[in-house]
């Protein structure tokens, strides 16, 4: 593509089957990033890789099947994205996932079992698979998409609120490791949070035409905001969380 703003960078993006993926997936490749996909949904992955690709033709966007909740295979998928293009320059993380319950005392603890799995341990792996390369490339960035509800949870989302302050927790440590290696010089590579109340995409204005989503992130706002990060310098966003919400 020649011209965009992140032209010749390498970015995965985990959990990129779904309408935040999809998103990320387009603006991505429509900034000139070489883009490699991941998601537990092959047909799902393969429609979002494909409506990138035409949305961009010239653009090089593919999709891989991994299992995030192995580190062997998460640390595989990375050592084939940096053997296969030579870098790798940012790590979207977008494997989502929601439960709740009525009130605190009804929660299920089985909703943590999940929750746990889905937004700290694909964290885990994908953070400590990336960190290295993240670390070589001159715009490395680790992006975590995390809720307000991680700041200000609410009795019936202990599990969702819990789990998403774990993945923060996690993230702001890679923070401080990139922090650390800048040096006296600062970070050359990033870990940031976007934040957001709940998001919102046009499947579901359809199914609900008079909801207002107040508050709600779109997802190609979401989208904007991620290749966002890549506009700044890294020490402005190492270890930031960037609100796209009204903070609580």
Do not use: C
């Amino acid at each position: 593509m020649g011209n965009g703003m992140l032209d010749g960078a390498v970015i995965a993006v985990a959990g990129a089957g779904g309408p935040a993926g999809r998103a990320a997936l387009l603006r991505l490749a429509e900034a000139g990033a070489t883009v490699v996909g991941s998601d537990n949904d092959p047909e799902r992955l393969a429609e979002a890789v494909d409506a990138a690709r035409y949305a961009h033709g010239g653009a090089t966007v593919t999709g891989e099947t991994v299992d995030l909740l192995d580190l062997g295979s998460t640390r595989a998928w990375a050592d084939r994205i940096e053997e296969e293009f030579g870098r790798v320059d940012g790590v979207v993380h977008l494997v989502g996932g929601w439960r709740g319950s009525q009130t605190f005392t009804k929660t299920d603890l089985g909703d943590w079992d999940l929750l746990e799995q889905l937004l700290i341990r694909t964290v885990q792996h994908t953070s400590l698979a990336f960190h290295e390369a993240l670390q070589r490339s001159d715009r490395g960035r680790y992006v975590l998409i995390s809720a307000a509800g991680a700041s200000n949870p609410t009795a019936g989302n202990a599990a969702y609120s819990a789990a998403k302050a774990a993945a923060e927790a996690w993230t702001l440590a890679m923070a401080d490791f990139f922090r650390k290696a800048g040096g006296e010089q600062g970070p050359t590579s990033a870990a940031a949070i976007l934040v957001v109340k709940a998001l919102v995409h046009d499947a579901m204005r359809a199914e609900r035409p008079n909801a207002k989503f107040a508050g709600f992130t779109d997802v190609r706002d979401l989208a904007e905001a991620v290749a966002g990060v890549w506009e700044k310098p890294a020490a402005e966003v190492n270890g930031n969380r960037l609100w796209l919400t009204e903070k609580p």
